[in-house]
């Protein structure tokens, strides 16, 4: 590719999440018209209290909704983008250290048992954090930490909190286990000022922690050894990038429930526009993870009749899709 | 005292086996050293050693003086660069891309390379010839391509002293004398000083200025090529029956068959 197309294609994933935030404002069965919000905003700056509704559709349930699907879009796709390079491996995502079924461990634990004793967002996000812990815990042999031990740790940590889950749900009752269902099949359905709350500082605060180092993601993909003699603590790098990444999905996670696909496809179909330096690949997947994230939304909401969970969407598309990109790549993805 | 003294080095993965026992040696500046040394024999765990990418269980590194352990990780690899052996592929960067990451030690950890890193690498590349690759991807490129990207790699840190893991594997012959002449080069022309391992006792005929035998983790036996490479020495450590003979005022071996 040219470096001036590059260069256009890289404006355009960076500028995406501002477009798709200026039409999703429009998006929903009542109709707001682009005047009717510039006068809503208008009103809501010098305090008019003037059509409730309106007010209300705008600023409790769509901003806060398109606020909370950028973020964990970008939340996503930057800590799958940090994943993908610190395992040297681009069909790596959220799932490789049991962060997801941590999460939903945590949360089906505060769901069917605890009640409201303990916030479903507080347990899914320590349940992911747990589940990583674990990983960490089992790969780390003699004070280092092998990518491949990692991973195998991952996927026993997977097991592991993926049956505590089964056990979970067979003595749950009926009502419990909805509640449960379509809390792992992840929405942006009930998103509040409080949910970006939780999960907004942590989410931002890392993907920018994570910009800071994007160039070292590109030392770090060379493997332990080339890395070293770089001049890299990479046991100390891993622990830092890797915490970093867990945190930042683990906020996401933990408000919305499991999106699939989403962190996976996102930094591929980045490499593929603009290639593989991870100094532009990171910022590139945070905007436009962010972006995709709330055009699925988007068409979640703009269905008729029923909302399915977005988790559901991008797991449906996402799929095919990602299969179609993986056989078009070229250039040592699928060597 | 050399670049780089070895006193007294032992080295083990596991406690178990010792892969390196008292090794002695000092590199001298602007010369070629080349390990030889069977399959298994240590040769690779010592430049490992050497580059601090494992720690010896006992013994001293020093480089140009300063004992190595009490060095920082990015002071080390400011002054010494490695050529491993083989690159398993992770992304498919571009050349340029991929030689800057060699200018790390200079990087601070939240920086990112600049205008004087890139300077530094189309240096490296236009001195080995291979400008014109600067926008292929790594992935794209031929082996004999790919061994010199990763020599610019390690040249693009300016380092005083860079450790090559068997440079000529897998490369025709062709490829084998270009990589071993861009090595004279540099070494005459910079003051570098090189340490390599070798499979092919001919080409450290060849190229070195002082050869090193290994054999078990421990050292042999150390001098010039016409002093080292003889029948004897090869037999006693590939365990394999060698034919000589001389050409010019050099000695080649060949199998016995």
Known sequence: MARETKGIVLFLLYASPLFFCITSVFVGPYSLTPAEIVDLIGKRIICSGQSVTEQAILFDI?????ILALLTGCALSASSACFQA?????????YILGISAGAAFGASLSIATL???LPVQLMAFAGGIAAVLLTYGMARIRGETQTLSLVLAGIITNAIFTG???????FAEPEQLHVLIVWLMGSFSAASWKDISYSGPFIIAGTVFLYLLRWRLNLLSMGDEEAKAFGINTEKMKIVLLGTATLVTAAAISVVGIIGWIGLMVPHIVRLLIGSDNRRVLPASATFGAALMLMADDAVRMAKG?????GVLTTIIGAPFFAYLIRKSRGGVWE | MGMIQVEDLCFSYDHSKDVLKQINLSLEKGKIIVLLGPN??????LLKCINAIVKPTSGHIYVNGIDMSCMKRHEIAQQISYVPQDHKTSFPYTILEFILLGRAPYIGIFSVPGRKDIERCHEVLDSLGIRNLSDSLYTEISGGERKLVMIARALSASPEILLLDEPTAHLDIKHQAEVLR???TLVRNRETTVLMTLHDPNLATLIADRVILLKNGRLLNEGSAKEIITRDNIRRIYDCEVLTFAYQDMVFIYPES
């Open chain 1, 62 to 66: 769509r901003l806060p909704r398109i």
């Open chain 2, 182 to 184: 861009v090595i004279k």
């Open chain 1, 115 to 117: 009640g409201d004793e």
């Open chain 2, 40 to 45: 298994g024999s240590g040769k690779t765990t």
């Open chain 1, 164 to 170: 505590g889950n089964y056990i979970i749900r067979y």
């Open chain 1, 86 to 94: 610190t395992f040297r491996n681009p069909l790596v995502s959220e």
């Open chain 1, 306 to 310: 029923v909302e399915l969970p977005v």
